[in-house]
C-alpha cells in the first residue's frame, strides 16, 4: 500500500518537532506534523521558557539591597509587569518561528490544525480532509487540571498566568508541586502577597527529605505564606475578588487563585481506544520501552505518555522512536538517574536518589553541608544552601546528590554527568575543590552526617 507520508507526527512540542525533524533531515523520509494550538508545545509557549524568564524577573527583587551591601548606588522603584509581559510574548514568538523554521528546513509539511487517528495508518484533519502514514507518532503533551469543587472556574492555572492582565496584589496557589512552588516564589518575587495551600505534610513530594525541607523553609524566609495540611474546601467569587475557605475553616479572600494542582494527559478524542490503542488509568498512553502502542505502526512519545514529564525527556524519547523506526537501530529511552532542576527560590537541583529511597534500598551513608553563601552571607542576607551526596556503603558510588542554591539547576547538571557515570564517593575525593565556591563542598565533605 503506498501512504501520504512515511511519519506524520501529531503534536508540535518539543519532542513531536524534534522526531518530525530528525526523521525528514537524517533519513529523507517524507514526514508531516499537525498542531492544532502554537508550536513549541507546553514548554516553550506555556511552560518552562515563560517560567523561567519569570523566575529571573521575580529574582531580580533582593539584588538591589545585595547591591547596596557592595557598595552600589542602586534603588528598587518596583516591578513592571506590562513592560516584561510584553517582551516575554515577544520572545516566545521568537521561538515559535524558530520551531517552524526547523521544521520547514527539514522538509517536513506542517498543518496548523487538529488531528484524530482515523485508523491504525490514517489521520483526520479537523476540515475532514484525511492523510494516510506509514507510522503515527502521537506527541499531544498533556495539560493543568482543576480541582472538582464549586467554583473552580474562578481560578487560573499555569497556563493562564503569564497572560494576566495585571499582577494581582494576593494570590493564593494550591499544590505542593514543583509547578506550584516555583510560582510561589515568582509571585511573591514580584510583589504579589502569596499564599501557598498544600495538603501534606510538605511540599515537593516524592524529592529528598532534607532537602525540601531547607527549600520550603527558606520560601517562608522570603515570605511565602506556606500552609501545610490544608486544601481549598470552597470558594466563589465576591465582586474583584475570590473567597475561600480552607479545610481548616478559615475564609479569606484573594486577587487571585492558582490551580497547580496536577496535569493530565492531552488523550482525549484523538480516537485512540477506538483503534485499538489503550489508555491508563489517568488517560496516558500506554507504550512499550520503544515507545510502541498497541497498534504497532502508532506510537507516542512525551507527557502524553506519563513517563518522566521533562521537556528533555520526551526529546530523548522522540530521538529513540527515529532511531528505531528509520534507522534500523533499536533503541529504548534511557529514564534513568536524569538530573532535574526545580526553580524555587531557593533553586533545587536532584540526580538520583533520594536518602529515603536509597536507605530502603541497602547501607548508606549521608554526607551534607549546611551553609550561608558567601555572596549573600557577605550581604547580610540569611539564605542556607545544602550539598548533599547519598553514597552506597557497599560499593561506593553515589547513589544521588541533591543541591539547595543559587544556580542548583546549573550545578546538577554536571554532577549527574559524575552520578551517571558510577563515580564512587573517592572519585569525588580525589576531585580539587574549586575555592571559593559554594560546590566545592561537594569533594571536600570527608565525614559522613550520618549513616544507615
Known amino acids: 500500500?503506498?501512504?501520504?507520508?512515511?511519519?506524520?507526527?501529531?503534536?508540535?512540542?518539543?519532542?513531536?518537532?524534534?522526531?518530525?525533524?530528525?526523521?525528514?533531515?537524517?533519513?529523507?523520509?517524507?514526514?508531516?506534523?499537525?498542531?492544532?494550538?502554537?508550536?513549541?508545545?507546553?514548554?516553550?509557549?506555556?511552560?518552562?521558557?515563560?517560567?523561567?524568564?519569570?523566575?529571573?524577573?521575580?529574582?531580580?527583587?533582593?539584588?538591589?539591597?545585595?547591591?547596596?551591601?557592595?557598595?552600589?548606588?542602586?534603588?528598587?522603584?518596583?516591578?513592571?509587569?506590562?513592560?516584561?509581559?510584553?517582551?516575554?510574548?515577544?520572545?516566545?514568538?521568537?521561538?515559535?518561528g524558530i520551531y517552524r523554521s526547523l521544521l520547514k528546513n527539514a522538509g517536513v509539511e506542517t498543518f496548523d490544525s487538529r488531528a484524530r487517528i482515523a485508523d491504525a495508518h490514517t489521520v483526520e484533519l479537523a476540515d475532514g480532509t484525511r492523510k494516510t502514514a506509514k507510522h503515527i507518532l502521537i506527541a499531544v503533551g498533556g495539560r493543568p487540571v482543576k480541582l472538582a469543587i464549586e467554583g473552580a472556574e474562578h481560578a487560573i492555572t499555569s497556563n493562564d498566568i503569564f497572560h494576566l492582565e495585571q499582577l494581582p496584589k494576593s494570590i493564593l496557589i494550591v499544590g505542593g508541586g514543583y509547578i506550584a512552588s516555583e510560582f510561589a516564589g515568582v509571585m511573591n518575587g514580584m510583589g504579589v502577597q502569596t499564599t501557598q495551600f498544600y495538603r501534606g505534610d510538605q511540599i515537593l513530594r516524592g524529592f529528598d527529605d532534607e532537602a525540601r525541607t531547607v527549600v520550603a523553609e527558606e520560601m517562608v524566609v522570603k515570605g511565602v505564606n506556606l500552609e501545610l495540611n490544608t486544601n481549598i474546601a470552597a470558594m466563589r467569587r465576591e465582586g474583584a475578588g475570590i473567597w475561600v475557605k480552607d479545610t481548616n475553616g478559615v475564609e479569606r479572600t484573594f486577587d487571585q487563585v492558582m490551580f497547580a494542582t496536577g496535569r493530565a494527559p492531552n488523550s482525549d478524542d484523538l480516537g485512540l481506544e477506538e483503534v485499538g490503542v489503550k489508555l491508563g488509568r489517568n488517560g496516558e498512553i500506554v507504550v512499550d520501552e520503544y515507545s510502541q502502542t498497541g497498534v504497532p505502526s502508532i506510537y507516542a512519545v512525551g507527557d502524553v505518555t506519563d513517563r518522566a514529564n521533562l521537556t528533555p525527556v520526551a526529546i530523548s524519547e522522540g530521538m529513540a522512536f527515529v532511531e528505531t523506526v528509520f534507522k534500523g537501530n533499536p533503541t529504548k529511552p534511557d529514564h534513568e538517574l536524569i538530573p532535574?532542576?526545580?526553580?524555587?527560590?531557593?533553586?533545587?537541583?536532584?540526580?538520583?536518589?533520594?536518602?529515603?529511597?536509597?536507605?530502603?534500598?541497602?547501607?548508606?551513608?549521608?554526607?551534607?553541608?549546611?551553609?550561608?553563601?558567601?555572596?549573600?552571607?557577605?550581604?547580610?542576607?540569611?539564605?542556607?544552601?545544602?550539598?548533599?551526596?547519598?553514597?552506597?556503603?557497599?560499593?561506593?558510588?553515589?547513589?544521588?546528590?541533591?543541591?539547595?542554591?543559587?544556580?542548583?539547576?546549573?550545578?546538577?547538571?554536571?554532577?549527574?554527568?559524575?552520578?551517571?557515570?558510577?563515580?564512587?564517593?573517592?572519585?569525588?575525593?580525589?576531585?580539587?575543590?574549586?575555592?571559593?565556591?559554594?560546590?566545592?563542598?561537594?569533594?571536600?565533605?570527608?565525614?559522613?552526617?550520618?549513616?544507615?
Open 1 to 96: 500500500m503506498a501512504f501520504d507520508y512515511d511519519l506524520f507526527v501529531i503534536g508540535g512540542g518539543s519532542g513531536g518537532v524534534r522526531a518530525a525533524r530528525v526523521a525528514a533531515q537524517d533519513t529523507g523520509v517524507k514526514v508531516a506534523l499537525a498542531e492544532e494550538d502554537r508550536y513549541g508545545g507546553t514548554c516553550v509557549i506555556r511552560g518552562c521558557v515563560p517560567k523561567k524568564l519569570m523566575v529571573f524577573a521575580s529574582g531580580y527583587a533582593g539584588l538591589a539591597e545585595e547591591a547596596q551591601a557592595y557598595g552600589w548606588d542602586v534603588s528598587n522603584k518596583g516591578f513592571d509587569w506590562t513592560a516584561f509581559q510584553k517582551k516575554m510574548h515577544a520572545e516566545l514568538d521568537r521561538l515559535e
Open 340 to 452: 532535574t532542576a526545580i526553580f524555587t527560590q531557593p533553586e533545587m537541583g536532584t540526580v538520583g536518589l533520594s536518602e529515603e529511597e536509597a536507605k530502603a534500598q541497602g547501607p548508606i551513608e549521608v554526607y551534607s553541608a549546611s551553609f550561608k553563601p558567601m555572596q549573600q552571607s557577605f550581604a547580610g542576607r540569611a539564605e542556607k544552601v545544602l550539598m548533599k551526596l547519598i553514597v552506597s556503603r557497599e560499593d561506593r558510588k553515589v547513589l544521588g546528590c541533591h543541591i539547595v542554591a543559587p544556580g542548583a539547576g546549573e550545578l546538577i547538571q554536571l554532577a549527574g554527568i559524575a552520578v551517571k557515570m558510577g563515580a564512587t564517593k573517592e572519585d569525588f575525593d580525589r576531585t580539587v575543590a574549586v575555592h571559593p565556591t559554594m560546590s566545592e563542598e561537594l569533594v571536600t565533605m570527608k565525614t559522613p552526617t550520618r549513616m544507615a
